[in-house]
Structures are given as structure tokens and as C-alpha cells.
């Protein structure tokens, strides 16, 4: 479905990403909207998408675009919005990084995803086999060789690129920094 509207915002909104002209819009049950050019594009699961809660975005180096989905995973698209690669390894997607050929996948309920670019295999690090306080990873975000990410209840972590060496800074640590009013 394309619709030529400037002004249009879709209800729902929970991600935007602008990239090179484009503006994509990621909605909690409506799918997914692209504005290029002053056309709207809608994309749900009848027409391609394997969820309409769209959860994440992360717009790469290679033009590319990674769609977290809730309970559909990791949808790839290449360049246009006509074929999708989809990852099902990782469920419930909350955000999604990139660095050089590697893609970090922070997941609700599963911790840390790593997707290998160059030879396609992923791996999880979470609460059981790792340093990961908790598995619910709300947000990410990458300065340098870190990955930060703020853990639902736990605190914030520091993933390190390249030693996997994880630091966690808890919220109890930190109870003065919390004012309370009453």
C-alpha cells in the first residue's frame, strides 16, 4: 500500500529510523511504514513482515536495513522493501547494533544475541552463561569497542567487543543517586 502524505505519523509508534532519505517507522500492531520521497509504504505480515510489532531498527554500514520484530525474530532487508532474509534465531527483539560484521541483538527474556555476518552463525549470551545480570536487555547503544546495555531491573552492562569481557554497574550500587521524596 502506498499513500503520498508528508505529514503523516502512524498511531502506535514505538521506533524511527532515518537513513539516507528514508524515514521508517516501526508501530506496536500496525507493522512497519516507509516515507521516501513523500510516499508512504506499509508493510504488515500480509504482505511480508512475520510480525506487526516492530521493536527495533538498525541501519548498517552495507545500506542495510535489520528489523527486530516481537515473537518474529530479525527481518533483513537489503536495500529496498521488496525481499526480506529473515533470522528466527532471535525472538522477542528489543534492539539491535551493529559493528563491522557483527550484529548485537538484545533481546526481552533471552539476553544478548551475536550474529556472525561473515559466516552466518549466532550465539546467546545470557544469566546462566555469562557475566549478564539479567536476560532482558531494554537498550543498547555502542561507543568504541563497548556495547552498552541497560538490563530491565539490573542495571547497566558493558559489553567489550573485543575481549567479551561483561562489567556491570547495578542499581543498588548506586542508591545515592536516587532522591527520595518522601
Not at 106 to 118: A, E, F, H, N, P
Request: aromatic share 10%.
Amino acid at each position: 500500500v502506498i499513500v503520498r502524505d508528508t505529514s503523516f505519523v502512524p498511531d502506535n509508534l514505538m521506533r524511527v529510523c532515518d537513513s539516507n532519505g528514508k524515514t521508517f517507522f516501526g508501530t506496536n500492531g500496525n507493522g512497519l511504514y516507509l516515507i521516501e520521497n513523500g510516499m508512504t509504504t506499509h508493510l504488515t505480515v500480509e504482505n511480508g513482515l512475520t510480525s506487526d510489532v516492530v521493536t527495533a531498527f538498525c541501519h548498517d554500514d552495507q545500506d542495510n536495513l535489520w528489523i527486530g520484530l516481537y515473537r518474529g525474530g530479525i527481518m533483513l532487508n537489503q536495500k529496498n522493501m521488496e525481499s526480506f532474509t529473515v533470522l528466527d534465531s532471535f525472538k522477542m527483539v528489543s534492539s539491535i547494533i551493529h559493528d563491522d560484521n557483527t550484529i548485537y541483538v538484545g533481546t526481552d527474556s533471552y539476553g544478548l544475541g551475536i550474529y556472525d555476518r561473515k559466516t552466518g552463525k549466532t550465539r546467546l549470551l545470557n544469566s546462566r552463561n555469562s557475566g549478564l545480570p539479567g536476560n532482558n536487555i531494554v537498550s543498547m547503544c555502542r561507543c568504541d569497542d563497548e556495547i552498552w546495555m541497560a538490563v530491565y531491573t539490573k542495571g547497566l552492562c558493558s559489553f567489550n567487543t573485543r575481549t567479551e569481557k561483561i562489567d556491570t554497574y547495578s542499581l543498588e550500587a548506586h542508591d545515592e543517586l536516587y532522591v527520595d521524596n518522601n
